[in-house]
């Protein structure tokens, strides 16, 4: 296909939809805009986009195809925005926003007959932000949700699903609530018990710092989504409050629960409690990919000492082994502080760790 897409909010999301859009419709051009100027410049310099606009109001006028891929409550205000513009007769207007209550209730009050908008959400993601993060493959094999109003033809829906065709999502056409709820479920409520894992962490590390060090494989995999914009996610759990309130609720009474057969020692209701949530994690389908992250952490014990980072790198680098990204997590005096080196491959991350385990340094992978 050919046109011009204009995708507002350079971020993960964004930018990795301008990047499957130009790799299946190398025709199209493809506008950016976003509040931070620095994601311009980047999205700019790693050909994710192929003009900048300088604003909203330039970037949706000449469009055919408008992405809004910014947090949440951001959409809403660019919603308003939209609907006092000139925009292009056959425009489609997309989101990519992980609620779609609010979103879909603008578009049905703010925008014109003619304008077409279909809520969309890829389902798959991963706790990195900014652009420089975006991939090609991030959607592959996941579920992207579309939430056409009662209005839109099928065909103004064929033909998103054909500019999106290139992240090779399986699309599925859902209800706004219906949506909210099961993402409720499946995703909000998990971030939102992730973090709380991690709160409750802390507040035991404040005593014991021995509580960070320890903090082994199994509270990192339930954790990983505990690293995400928390800007990102205060808009969506304010939008889809109403079910997180009600998953709360079900939530303290599981809680209750095993808090009153642990008080028994009822052994049997014990085992039929982890069995139960057992069979039915172990029943869920396997996504051969897009439920798996994209990105390939590798967590590295450091000591406090000068040149300890540099030892790592120059390990890497001697190999030959590309890292993408560097971060260091805590570093206390007198503690191991924790590398995270991400890899753009699993094959990199199983070889920097054999070697790094070789040389004496303690790794973990991230789930
Ligand atoms: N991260 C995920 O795993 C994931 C997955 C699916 C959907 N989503 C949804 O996609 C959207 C984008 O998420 P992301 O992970 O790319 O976030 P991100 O933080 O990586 O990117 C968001 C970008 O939007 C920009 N922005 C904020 N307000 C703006 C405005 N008014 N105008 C223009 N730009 C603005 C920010 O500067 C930022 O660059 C969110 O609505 C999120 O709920 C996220
Ligand atoms: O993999 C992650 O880090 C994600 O949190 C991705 C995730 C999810 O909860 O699965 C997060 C929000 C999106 O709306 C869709 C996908």
């Known amino acids: 296909?050919?046109?011009?897409?204009?995708?507002?909010?350079?971020?993960?999301?964004?930018?990795s939809l301008a990047l499957t859009i130009k790799n299946q419709h190398p025709h199209a051009k493809i506008y950016g805009y976003d509040v931070k100027q620095s994601e311009i410049e980047t999205a700019s310099a790693l050909n994710i986009i192929d003009e900048k606009v300088t604003s909203f109001h330039e970037g949706a006028e000449l469009a055919d195809l408008i992405i809004l891929s910014t947090p949440v409550l951001e959409m809403e205000k660019l919603m308003k925005q939209l609907s006092s513009l000139t925009?292009?007769?056959?425009?489609?207007?997309?989101?990519?926003?992980?609620?779609?209550?609010?979103?879909m209730q603008l578009a049905s009050k703010l925008l014109q007959k003619e304008v077409t908008f279909i809520g969309g959400h890829p389902m798959a993601g991963s706790h990195k932000a900014g652009v420089e993060s975006a991939k090609v493959h991030l959607f592959e094999n996941a579920f992207y949700v579309l939430t056409p109003q009662l209005s839109t033809s099928s065909e103004k829906v064929e033909e998103l699903k054909d500019w999106?065709?290139?992240?090779?999502?399986?699309?599925?056409?859902?209800?706004?609530?219906?949506?909210?709820?099961?993402?409720?479920?499946?995703?909000h409520f998990p971030h939102v018990i992730a973090?709380?894992?991690?709160?409750?962490?802390?507040?035991?590390?404040?005593?014991?710092?021995?509580?960070?060090?320890?903090?082994?494989?199994?509270?990192?995999d339930v954790t990983r989504i505990a690293s995400s914009n928390p800007n990102m996610w205060k808009d969506i759990v304010k939008q889809n409050r109403l079910n997180l309130?009600?998953?709360?609720?079900?939530?303290?009474?599981?809680?209750?629960?095993?808090?009153n057969v642990l008080a028994e020692e009822d052994e049997h209701a014990?085992?039929?409690?982890?069995?139960?949530?057992?069979?039915?994690?172990?029943?869920?389908p396997v996504h051969s990919?897009?439920?798996?992250?994209?990105?390939?952490?590798?967590?590295?014990?450091?000591?406090?000492?000068?040149?300890?980072?540099?030892?790592?790198?120059?390990?890497?680098?001697?190999q030959s082994i590309s890292i993408t990204n560097l971060h260091i997590l805590e570093s206390?005096?007198?503690?191991?502080?924790?590398?995270r080196i991400s890899f753009q491959k699993d094959e990199d991350r199983s070889k920097a760790q054999v070697l790094l385990n070789h040389n004496n340094f303690k790794t973990y992978e991230a789930a």
């Open 164 to 187: 999106l065709s290139g992240a090779n999502s399986h699309f599925l056409v859902l209800d706004t609530e219906e949506h909210d709820y099961i993402t409720g479920v499946v995703s």
């Open 270 to 284: 014990i085992i039929r409690f982890f069995e139960e949530a057992k069979e039915f994690r172990d029943s869920l």
């Open 87 to 103: 925009l292009k007769e056959n425009v489609i207007i997309t989101d990519t926003g992980s609620t779609k209550g609010g979103i």
């Open 1 to 15: 296909m050919s046109g011009n897409v204009f995708i507002v909010g350079l971020g993960l999301i964004g930018g």
């Open 245 to 259: 309130l009600d998953l709360i609720e079900d939530w303290m009474m599981e809680m209750r629960n095993i808090q």
């Open 332 to 339: 206390r005096e007198g503690l191991l502080g924790v590398l």
């Open 195 to 220: 973090a709380g894992l991690v709160n409750l962490a802390k507040k035991n590390a404040d005593k014991n710092p021995l509580i960070s060090l320890l903090a082994a494989g199994g509270f990192r």
């Open 289 to 318: 990919k897009g439920a798996i992250p994209s990105y390939y952490d590798l967590y590295v014990d450091v000591k406090d000492v000068p040149g300890a980072i540099a030892g790592i790198t120059s390990l890497l680098a001697k």
